[in-house]
């Protein structure tokens, strides 16, 4: 038995023994390496971490330090180089340095070499040129947040006849300045140069309630309230948090000074006693909308309202009270007309038989600008206006209605994101979604005579790899594009990019690299020997700088 039992055992251990030596063969495979008989890589590299000159125009020629790309090793047509992604031509090279000249067409951006299916990269080419950010320019922390969180996006820019600018937005801190006690409510006032001014400013808290933003800034020029503002976007009080003073619906007039423009008026007083009640202090402008307005126009003494509303309100004052307010509703769709108080302006937009709005927009309206006559161009993702074909695009008669002299045509296949009119060359710029525009191929971006017509001259090259989401022409004729897009036909452009009003890409005026965010206005003053363009939005990138959602660029001729 005992016999039996060794035996077993010593047949076990033989079989383990066996096993041991079978997995020592097999771990001599897998210690074989397994990139053996692949592809070297080459001993090539670029030595230069950055260029001399450090800043380089485009179609100058520049040199790079490299190593292991010798002439008895490598010919000139081996390898490529490249400038941010646009081919560089080659002009001389020796065993340790090559010599390109930089792509008129190149912005700033990474340099590198392709060679035998590898790429090996070298410094940054900050690309000089035409544009350049304005350091000048006296904003520094630009718009935030108080606690550092939520939406601090500039949406309106509006110059003064002084000089001096006020923005608008859903900020409520500027340059560092709001505190939870006293924040900058969606308002603020700088110099021409953007510092930050409240000398002679009563902004107070600014704008209260709701999502406690300004989209939009006007300024009156004529009448009896020359001088004062129309603000607009999506709030119910201005620098109060007060619950009975959150009586304003979206839309509001401000003195020259900030202050909001005010007026006592007699109120029902069911308490006798509190005498202090027999009167109130509302807004002088006393009329607004139920939802958020995106822009507003003045137009001699009226004011348009256009945005995502379904009612008309005005506060009824002989049934209000010092503490509860009752409102006088109408039913408006997205668009209404108001007179210099705020009452309702029933001979636009509203039909006087059902005693409400016509049908408007079957989609949203994403932007709007006025013409000299005070005629509305609205864009946005509509297919119909009033119940008539309007496809994206539409201008409205002086009444309210479709205006079918318009020269449109099928209007654009897909949605515009933005509308600009520069009154100097008389044209109209849009961008979108849209690829074709009254049959013309126009890759987002197009370019309009004032009577809604293309523009023959104008041709897109078309933007890829994402959507041009604004767009607006200057005074020189040249048209600044931004957005989420980064080509323009075959030319890298990284959410960024001017061209000419032919539609070429503007030669010298697309050095800079990387945009990243979205641009909502823009503003032009005359320098010299070019222009000054203050931009602002939700800019979160430009040029390798951030800039806090306002940027100033200077664009020479």
Known sequence: MFKNKIYQFMRFSLVIVAMLLVACKKGKGIADDPYAGGKVSLDVSILSKNTDPDIVAAGTSLTVKVRGLTTDKYKDTDFKIFVNEIEAALTSRTDSTISFNVPLEASTGSMYITLNGEIFFGPIVKVGGKVSVDNTFKIVNGAGTVTGNGNSDVYAIQALTNGNIWLG?????????????????????????????????????????????????????????????????????????RVNRQTLNNITRLNANGSLDS????????????????????????????????KTFVFGEQVYIVGNFQNYKTIYIPNSSYDAKVYDVTKMRQLVRVNSDGSLDQTFHYNSVTRQSEAGANGGITDAMMQADGKLILVGNFTTFNRTAANHIVRLNLDGSVDNTFNVGAGADGDINSIRYNATTNKIVIAGLFTTFNGKTVGGINLLNADGSNVNTFSSLGYSGGVATFAGQLSNGKIIVAGSFNKYGTYLRQGFSILEANGTLAVGYNNTGGFQGRIYDLMESPVAKGTRVTLVGNIVRFNSMFPHNVLRLIIAN
């Open 169 to 241: 937005g859903a900020f409520n801190s500027f340059e560092q300045k709001g505190t939870a006690v006293l924040p900058n409510g969606g308002i603020v006032q700088t110099d021409a140069d953007g510092a930050y001014l409240t000398s002679g400013i009563n902004f107070g808290k600014g704008v209260v309630g709701n999502n406690q933003t300004i989209y939009s800034i006007n300024t009156i020029n004529t009448g009896s309230n020359t001088g004062k503002m129309i603000v607009a976007g999506s709030f119910n009080a201005y620098n109060s948090t």
């Open 263 to 294: 007026m006592v008026v007699d109120v029902v007083n069911p308490k006798p006693a509190e005498t202090y009640k027999n009167k109130d202090t509302i807004a002088s402008f006393n009329g607004g909308v139920d939802g958020s307005i995106r």
